[in-house]
């Protein structure tokens, strides 16, 4: 069934986010059952009544301007906290639905996140969940995520980071590899071995080890053997065949160094961490089913409490 759009200016700013959506006038036009000129027509009005154009239109496609995408925003999170009152006036506020997008990093996905999703979708069956598995940094706004996890929290004060947990780092070899080329018994002695290394998609830098070396971590870039990029479970598989040492998170490998595939080295130099956190945008209305997820993510893999996080909790990030 299709909804009625009036000429209200509740209607105009439906039609405006549709259309900032979909990318389409033609497209927003099937989605809100009108004509693609009543649409055309609606965000022309929306433009002149602002001062400002709101939408860039090519012969394909439109997008949004820089003003057009600070207007959807503010457009947006005033439509979600509309459509969350009337749910509760409705009675539907507690049971949550409708579709949630994330990006998340290989490596946190598959060992940590994915595991969870049967039970979050057995406590909110009208809830839908897309993942999106990358390393890269996302454009929330222009690629319509509502979440993200990631270890190295873009620079962003447009961004709030909830903290899930801090990964333990560990040293890791095939007994093959260590019986040929020997155990590293200190730092300096990785020189003399085949190290694997992941570079970060962003920037293209090599992941630099960390260490604990008394109270202090201490962070080092090796000469390496073997690069890898976007897949840094790829650096396990590595080193299970033989091909050297990595440094990785010990959730990867765990299984591994419990059945003897592979053995953790240098373990007097154990301790160092990294960070991996929730990142949503900080000024949008989050929906119920948003903050649901949010929450039970918080509860299961987080030591903090898991309070609601537009309250305690939160950090924006600085530029």
């Known amino acids: 069934m299709s909804r009625t759009f009036d000429d209200t200016s509740l209607g105009s700013l439906e039609l405006f986010c549709f259309t900032a959506e979909l990318q389409s006038f033609s497209r927003a036009a099937a989605a809100a059952g009108v004509t693609p000129a009543a649409v055309s027509r609606t965000v022309a009005r929306l433009e002149r009544k602002l001062g400002t154009r709101l939408l860039v239109r090519t012969t394909r496609a439109v997008s949004l301007s820089e003003e057009g ?6 457009c947006r999170q005033a439509l979600g906290q509309l459509a969350e009152a009337e749910r509760a006036l409705n009675g539907t506020l507690g049971d949550p639905g409708g579709t949630v997008r994330m990006s998340l990093p290989t490596s946190y996905g598959h060992h940590r996140v994915f595991p969870l999703l049967a039970e979050f979708r057995a406590l909110h069956p009208r809830i839908s969940l897309e993942m999106q598995v990358t390393n890269r940094n996302v454009d929330f706004a222009a690629e319509g995520f509502d979440l993200a996890i990631r270890a190295r929290t873009p620079p962003d004060s447009g961004l709030v980071a909830r903290k899930l947990e801090d990964a333990d ?11 040929r080329k020997g155990t590293p018994r200190t730092i300096d002695d990785l020189a003399a071995h085949d ?3 992941f570079s970060l998609p962003s920037t293209g830098q090599t992941v630099p080890w960390l ?10 870039s090796l000469p390496g053997t073997w690069l890898c990029q976007e897949d840094i479970l790829a650096l396990a598989s590595l080193a299970r065949g033989g091909a050297g040492l990595v440094q990785t998170y010990r959730f990867i490998v765990e299984d591994d160094l419990r059945e003897g595939r592979l053995k953790p080295v240098l373990r007097r130099f154990e301790g160092a961490s990294r960070p991996f956190s ?3 945008p900080a000024n949008r209305f989050m929906p119920q089913r948003v903050r649901v997820l949010v929450d039970f993510l918080l509860r299961r893999l987080s030591s903090d ?8 909790g939160d950090q924006r990030l600085r530029r």
């Open 69 to 74: 995408r600070q207007y959807y925003e503010s």
């Open 169 to 179: 780092l560990v040293v890791i070899a095939s007994p093959g590899y260590l019986r």
């Open 195 to 197: 190290c694997i290394h």
């Open 211 to 220: 260490f604990k070396v008394g109270d202090e971590i201490v962070e080092r």
């Open 278 to 280: 929730l990142l949503y």
């Open 305 to 312: 409490p898991p309070t609601h996080p537009e309250h305690a």
